[in-house]
C-alpha cells in the first residue's frame, strides 16, 4: 500500500535513510532541514511478517491507518523543481531518496513506488520525470533512459603550475546578499546553450549553497571586470579537491582560462596539488588533451552517464520538440507501466519544425511501425550522434524517418543532487 508522509514519520524516514544510504550526520541534517519537508514522500507499507523479537526490534513498526499496524517497506522521494525545457519553464520532480529496506527486497516494494509516481506525475501535467541513478540496473527496466553526461578529469601537481598571465577572473568565496545578477546571468547563458537545465531563483543558490557546507565544501563566485562570470564549488575527497558545479556565463573562448584560474585560486587557498574536475558535458572543447604540460600531468577526460529520463505523457513532450525536417506518421508506443500513455499515436512535424504528437484511433495515416517507450526516450533525450540502431527495432521506414528528424533535448544540465 502507498502512502503519503504528512510529517508523522520524519524520525523513522530518517533512520531509513541512514540505514541505507550512510550519509555524513551533517549532510543528512541538511537534507531532513532544508529539503525534507519541501518534498513529496511516498511510503510503501504493508503488514508486518513473521519475525522473532530481535528481528522485530529491528524493522520500524508504524501504525498507519486506523488501528492496524504496518511496516514501512520502502520509500521514495520527490524533489520539485522548476526546469527551462527549449527555453519554457517546465515544473518537474527529481525522484531521490529510493530506497527498500533489506526485509523487503525483490517483493516488488520499488515496482509500487515507481508505478504510483509515474502515474500521480502525469496527472499533474508532467512530461517527463528524472533521478540519478546509484545503479542503472534498477530502473532501465521501468524504462528510464540516461540523458544526461559528466566530464571527470584528474590534474596531478598542479602546484607546480604558473601564475596566470595577464588574469582576467577573481574569486569571492560564498553568495552576495543580492543574488538577482546572478540568476539573470545563468538563466540566460543556461537558455542559449542546454535543451534542459534547472532554472536558477534565489532560493535555489541559498539551498545549494547549505548543502555545500553541509559537505565541509565552499562555493566560490567568480567576476570579469566586476561583472558576474560564474561559479564553482570546491571541496576535498580523499586525496583530491573536487571542482564541481562549474559554471561560467563567459564566451566559450575564455571557459579554458576560467578553468585554469579558478584551479590556481584553490591551490592558492589550499595548497593541495590534486585535483578533480567535474564538468557538464559542453565544457569538452575547453579541455586540454591529456598529458603533461608545464609540470602538470592532465589524465584523460572520462565521461560519466549520471542523470536518467523518463517520459510519462508523450503528447505534451511534444509541444517543446522541434523537427529537423517534415514528416507524419501513426506510431505505436508501447508502455507496460503506464497504461494511459501505451497506444497509437500521431506524429506530425510541420513547415517550421513545430511537432505535433497525438494520441489516435485512425488508421489512415502512414503506418510508422511500432518503438518501446525505453527506446523513444533514449532517442528523444540522447545525443543525436549517439543513436544506436537498436533503439529503431520494430519502426517503419517512415516511421524512422519522422523519428530520427526530431531534435533531442540535448544537452542538458542538471547539478543538483538533491
Known amino acids: 500500500m502507498i502512502y503519503e508522509e504528512n510529517g508523522q514519520y520524519r524520525d523513522e524516514i530518517y533512520d531509513m535513510w541512514q ?8 549532510y543528512a541534517a541538511f537534507y531532513f532541514q532544508e529539503v525534507y519537508g519541501k518534498n513529496e514522500i511516498l511510503l510503501n507499507a504493508g503488514s508486518a511478517p513473521e519475525m522473532t523479537p530481535g528481528e522485530w526490534e529491528e524493522t520500524p513498526a508504524l501504525k498507519m491507518m486506523g488501528e492496524s499496524e504496518e511496516i514501512i517497506r520502502g520509500m521514495l522521494h520527490l524533489n520539485p523543481y522548476e526546469l527551462l525545457v527549449r ?3 517546465q515544473q518537474a520532480h527529481y525522484i531521490v531518496g529510493v530506497a527498500t529496506d533489506e526485509t523487503f527486497r525483490r517483493q516488488g516494494v520499488m515496482r509500487e513506488l515507481l508505478l504510483e509516481t509515474f502515474s500521480r506525475l502525469r496527472k499533474r501535467g508532467e512530461p517527463f520525470t528524472y533521478l540519478m541513478p546509484a545503479d542503472e540496473n534498477y530502473y532501465l527496466p521501468f524504462d528510464f533512459r540516461f540523458g544526461m553526461k559528466e566530464l571527470e578529469r584528474e590534474i596531478e601537481c598542479f602546484g607546480k603550475a604558473p601564475a596566470p598571465q595577464n588574469p582576467r577572473f577573481t574569486f569571492e568565496a560564498g553568495l552576495p546578499e543580492d543574488l538577482s545578477e546572478i540568476c539573470e546571468a545563468e538563466n540566460a547563458s ?3 546553450e542546454f535543451a534542459i537545465c534547472t532554472r536558477i531563483t534565489p532560493s535555489y543558490l541559498t539551498r545549494m549553497e547549505k548543502e555545500v557546507r553541509s559537505d565541509f565544501g565552499r562555493l566560490v563566485r567568480v567576476y570579469r571586470d566586476g561583472v558576474y562570470a560564474g561559479r564553482f564549488v570546491m571541496g576535498a575527497e580523499d586525496d583530491y579537491m573536487v571542482l564541481s558545479q562549474v559554471v ?17 585560486f584553490c591551490e592558492q587557498e589550499y595548497h593541495y596539488g590534486k585535483y578533480q574536475l567535474v564538468l557538464e558535458e559542453t565544457w569538452k572543447p575547453a579541455l586540454y588533451p591529456a598529458g603533461n604540460m608545464q ?12 542523470i536518467m529520463f523518463r517520459i510519462l505523457d508523450l503528447e505534451r513532450l511534444g509541444t517543446v520538440l522541434s523537427g529537423a525536417r517534415t514528416g507524419r506518421c501513426r506510431i505505436r508506443v508501447r508502455d507496460a507501466f503506464l497504461k494511459e500513455q501505451d497506444g497509437s499515436y500521431l506524429f506530425t512535424v510541420g513547415e517550421d519544425g513545430g511537432v505535433r504528437i497525438q494520441k489516435t484511433e485512425d488508421s489512415s495515416a502512414p503506418d510508422g511501425g511500432e518503438v518501446s517507450v525505453a527506446a523513444l526516450t533514449a532517442l528523444l533525450f540522447g545525443e543525436k550522434e549517439m543513436r544506436e540502431e537498436e533503439w529503431y527495432e520494430g519502426l517503419t521506414e517512415s516511421g524512422r524517418a519522422v523519428v530520427d ?14
Open 19 to 26: 540505514r541505507n544510504f550512510h550519509d555524513p550526520a551533517p
Open 87 to 89: 527555453g519554457r519553464k
Open 190 to 192: 543556461r537558455g542559449r
Open 248 to 264: 561560467c556565463v563567459e564566451e566559450e573562448s575564455l571557459r579554458g582560462q576560467f578553468l585554469y584560474e579558478a584551479l590556481y
Open 295 to 306: 609540470g602538470i600531468r592532465l589524465l584523460p577526460v572520462r565521461e560519466k552517464k549520471r
Open 405 to 418: 528528424g526530431l531534435l533531442p533535448l540535448s544537452p542538458v544540465c542538471i547539478q543538483e543532487f538533491v
